[in-house]
């Protein structure tokens, strides 16, 4: 019972510690955007890979029944490849602690494929065919208030999007939503004090979920981004 | 006169054409210096023989090829329609402008279960008379879950029937050679692969991708050439056009296999009909089946299996940019 004591009072010490360390973290003068200005934002996104299906070519075999168990022909393994976007997103801050963004992506993600299972011809890697992907998002961002220096504030974000992917010939657009949690920090090279117009860089870390596009299984899909932007708060 | 009779003859196990035949998918007809489809412009009136088979009667026989004939008329992208006018005691094969459906008794063609043979508009392409006729010599079953030994009459019918409205033979097959010099039918993707499957096995009932992508070519629903899209390409070896070279389209969301064959000597083929989206192209040889089941002159089977290097897609309403497929000699 004793050492049960001892433990309680170690773990109590630890969280008065733990509030002190964020009120004086509040207390401190930290960097922020100014309520109700609107903020420009534009820079470079890196997509992660991420698998769209692996199917199989099938045919009936030579048994008994209407259904005879299928014969496997060949094998397509698909992936998006990882690959650079340019973005432009604009934001408006509510508080200067939360901000309201929206913003739109280019990239062109090559499609791979890798043929397998084929009885008459070996494993292969097909050329693919690149893409043209759209994104159009909306999002809420806030600032975490936690002070990492005097230029430096975290954020964590969270938003939704449309996705449009033309293939390759641009006969065909495949459709749909993107979700997204992340986090990331902003560095101000300017302003930050409350007044003035702010200029600085934005760092992203998202974790994105996929819902349709082009896909072979209908699945939701998880793959994560890293962006770095420029902003310019009026 | 401005109808002549042009007779072609398919059959399922073996296969030949008396006249120039475009192979594959549809029947054709020279018609002013081009080939066109062969098709009927109403309804399929049909009647069927009152000769019986051992062991089945016309009773049978009728019911089987009625089946048939619905299964054909219920896919839902084509207009397919046949009228039962009723029992006959004529023979089919016999020109008389009906269409006549039944047994014949034909020992010498110890390998073919069945054959379809055709009355034709030679200035249209219309069909006016087409007769079925399905080899007695061999042992028919009509049993709703097949019997083992006994080749299933309505597969079948189902086949014969697809020839009679003017599709030709599909490729989607794959077979093995027999100790007897035959091919046996390992697997198969079409109802139209002139290779049945074994004694005792129903699968053949049942229409698959490539057939009903073939019926909707030549008898389109309403609407349906808007909704749907074709690839074009060309095949090439040694940077010339490759006649006969099989091309599959796959589909990767949907499984579908649909295929055709490069018609011409710059190897051009088109895949047409298909449900819209992106598709994998694999060029195949020639080597599963009797090359004259499908064409009536030498083609060139000797080069590899091929993927195209993208996909492509099949636009709504249109057709790919063509998309030259090199292959390799083997």
């Known amino acids: 019972m004793k050492c049960a004591s001892a433990l309680v009072r170690r773990c109590s010490s630890a969280f008065v510690l733990g509030c002190l360390s964020v009120v004086s973290a509040s207390a401190q003068e930290a960097p922020a955007l100014r309520a109700h200005r609107v903020v420009l934002e534009g820079g470079l996104v890196w997509s992660g890979s991420y698998g769209i299906g692996d199917v199989t070519a099938q045919m009936r075999s030579n048994a008994p029944g209407t259904t005879p168990p299928p014969v496997t022909w060949f094998a397509v393994s698909s992936e998006v490849g990882a690959a650079a976007s340019a973005v432009a997103r604009i934001g408006f801050t509510l508080t200067p602690g939360v901000m309201i963004e929206g913003g739109g992506m280019f990239g062109m993600p090559r499609v791979a494929m890798t043929i397998t299972a084929d009885a008459e011809a070996g494993p292969q890697q097909l050329e693919g065919e690149q893409l043209k992907q759209y994104v159009i998002d909306g999002a809420l961002v806030w600032q975490l208030p936690l002070r990492f220096g005097p230029r430096l504030r975290s954020f964590v974000s969270g938003g939704a999007g449309y996705l449009r992917q033309l293939h390759e010939e641009r006969t065909l657009a495949e459709t749909g939503q993107v979700y997204y949690a992340g986090v990331g920090a902003r560095y101000w090279f300017r302003g930050g004090a409350g007044r003035g117009r702010s200029l600085g860089l934005r760092g992203d870390l998202r974790a994105n979920f996929r819902r349709g596009g082009i896909d072979f299984e209908d699945r939701t899909r998880v793959y994560p981004t890293a962006g770095v932007h420029l902003f310019f708060g009026l | ?330």
Do not use: C
Not at chain 2, 28 to 50: C, H, L, M, Q
Not at chain 2, 115 to 120: C, G, R, V
Not at chain 2, 264 to 290: H, S, T
């Open chain 2, 1 to 330: 006169m401005r109808r002549t009779m042009g007779l072609v003859i398919t059959a399922l196990l073996v296969s030949s054409a008396a006249t120039p035949v475009r192979a594959y998918l549809k029947l054709g007809s020279p018609v002013a210096g081009r080939i066109v489809d062969v098709t009927w412009r109403g309804p399929v009136k049909y009647f069927v023989s009152e000769t019986e088979a051992p062991g089945l009667s016309a009773g049978d026989l009728r019911a089987a090829v009625s089946r048939a004939a619905s299964t054909w008329q219920a896919v839902p992208a084509a207009t397919v329609r046949f009228e039962y006018q009723g029992m006959t005691t004529a023979s089919p094969g016999v020109v008389d402008g009906r269409t006549t459906i039944g047994f014949l008794d034909r020992p010498e063609l110890d390998r073919v279960l069945g054959s379809t043979s055709f009355l034709i508009d030679t200035t249209d392409g219309t069909v006016l008379e087409a007769d079925v006729f399905f080899n007695s010599r061999f042992a028919w079953s009509v049993s709703a879950g097949g019997t083992p030994g006994r080749v299933d009459l309505e597969s079948v019918a189902l086949h014969e029937m697809g020839h009679l409205l003017g599709l030709s033979h599909s490729a989607l097959g794959e077979t093995e050679l027999t100790g007897s010099g035959g091919r046996r039918v390992t697997a198969s993707g079409s109802i139209m692969f002139p290779i049945a499957m074994s004694a005792g096995t129903i699968a053949d009932r049942v229409l698959q991708a490539d057939d009903m992508a073939g019926i909707s070519d030549l008898y389109p629903a309403a609407g349906r050439v808007e909704a749907t899209g074709g690839i074009t390409g060309r095949v090439t070896k040694n940077g010339h056009g490759l006649l006969g070279a099989h091309v599959v389209a796959f589909h990767p969301e949907t499984g579908v296999t649909v295929g055709n064959f490069a018609l011409n000597q710059n190897g051009e083929f088109a895949i047409i009909r298909l449900e819209p989206g992106p598709y994998i192209l694999r060029v195949e040889p020639l080597d599963d089946a009797e090359v004259d089941s499908f064409f009536s002159a030498a083609i060139d089977v000797n080069f590899r299996v091929t993927y195209a290097p993208r996909m492509v897609v099949a636009p709504r309403g249109g057709s790919s940019a063509p998309i030259e497929i090199k292959v390799l000699p083997k």
